[in-house]
């Protein structure tokens, strides 16, 4: 489903270079629960931006189920992340003046699915996750863990390939950081692929397989803790 | 329809920037008020221009017999040439492309008086064809003069309104008997009152009119003072004078490029370099209209500006969900769109409520019979909407290719 082959990453800042990644080899295979760990400045952001198509890499190759990811069009890269990838982040990045209704309903909006399917669709990921009875509620007005749900919700709209989690219960109290861990492991168990960045241990011995980095190398690429 | 949700997104994200987008909005609806004003007031203005130009006669050229300066035929030059109704049936038969000629006599300072009320004014002798072509109509109840009175020379007068009113009041005219130069004439009409701008000899409204057998009878003048052509088509105006010249030169033995041997008054060619002058005016106005709008475009370029930085994050996210940079532009530039129409639309209304208002005004001065009458047009509102869209799409245009170039792992980290 991915895999990685030798992505390097270089940021050229004025007259610094800096190899954010050195060079990793990385496969997540379909049905996989995986979490990606590793101190600050290990790269682990930039892998996240590199598999969420954010960003390209400077050198290697990326196959995203068979497409040569690293190179495409800016308009296509745009419809692999609106239809592939599922973001979950740690701040939610919901936009804060639609309510949880119209933020789940956006990607479909970018597909140009029709109205009438946005509101099936959204409705049913919101009632999945918990919210139906809050869908009209904008994000000032949900807690935490309800603002997480629902992003979880909006990366699910358009049916994608992987969930990409960056520490997704890192703004979060444990009770409710405890349930959203609940709610990705009940994902993956009705068959969707998950990949978390994450510091939080927690998460991680929830997940099948742990990747390790350290300054842009993978060091360990498969253990459990 | 992808815009509609954002549509409403803006509107709601508007409530909170109310103050600034209010601002904005109204600075395009003063621009747009000071361009469609300053239209408005030139299209009255043409207007009225073109209706006191067409009050002299519309599509006219008046001719006086000058002084032929080249010799010509064995004749030396300094000839004075001179018309009589034969050089008016000569027109006739030979230039096909002219409507109406007709000969007129004038006489200034002529005594008349009706009971008290006497004064001296000018007089000209017509025939009937100088009621269409010298607009000398007559107001509801009177005539112009006919051929009958011309036949048998009748003593009858065509009034100006203006001398009217100095010698008969409020009284009713027609059928009063005045007396000219101690010789009673019935009054057979009043001229209807018109704006007229050019004039030779007195403004039409302060002279009379007799029948020109009658003034020939009276005063014995051997010529005409003058002579009037109205032409079919405007667009050969050209051609038709040197006609006139050609068959003038042959009847008085002049030379037909000699110019000065008839001196001309040549109404539609003023009338074209009039119009272009009023083109000028237009455009001019207009472009003041536009700078006015241009600043109120900037306004809404900065706030635009101000937003992408603001929604820097927001533009992000909207990438991270598979917004294309196509997307992320047309949403800046639909918004600016909106800014520049609502304030166009507040603009447009305001100027047509102050037009409807100032046409509303009764006006009696003269020189502001001319502006007093702004005219919105159908020219003016196209004109207008363009510029607006044009102004809608500058502005947001370059905001917008700001946003789209957000990068998003950027504006996603900016907390």
Redesign the interface.
Known sequence: MIEMKNIKKIYTIGEMRVEALRGIDLDIKKNEFISIMGPSGSGK?TLM?LL?C??TPTEGEYLLEGERVANLH??RL??I???KIG?V?Q?F???P??TAF?NV???L????TA?RMRKQKAEELLEKVGLKDRMNHKPTELSGGEMQRVSIA?ALV?DPSIILADEPTGNLDSISGGEIIEVFVDLWKQGHTIAVITHDKDIAVRTQKIVKLKDGRVVDGGSSL | ??G???L??FL??FK?QRKKITLTTLAIAWGTFSIVMLLAFGEGLNKQLTKANHGLGEGIVIIWGGQTTMPYQGLGKGRRINFTEEDVELLKARIPEIKNVGGEYTRWEVPMSYGKNSVTEMITGLYPCYEEMRSHYPDKGGRFINELDLQYKKRVVFLGNGLKERLLGKEEAVGKTIIINNIPFTVIGVMQDKLQMGAYGEPDKDKASIPATTFKTIWGYKYFNNLVYQIKDLERAEEVKKEVYKVLGVKHKFNPEDERALSIWDVIENEKVFNKVMLGISIFMGIIGGMTLLIAGIGVANIMYATVKQRT??I????????????IMSQFILESLIIAFLGGGVGIVLTSIVVKILQAIPIESEGLQFLGKPTISWGIMIITIIILGMVGLFSGFFPSRKAASVN??ES??Y?
């Open positions: 952001s931006n969420g954010l960003d800016h308009n745009a419809e992340r609106n239809q973001f982040f701040s990045n919901l936009l003046y639609a119209e309903e956006i990607p909006i970018f597909r140009g109205s909006r358009n | 329809m992808k509609f949700l954002f409403k997104l709601r994200d909170k994050r927001e992000g996210i909207k990438m991270a969900l598979g917004a294309k940079k196509k997307d998003p792992v996603l980290r907390e």
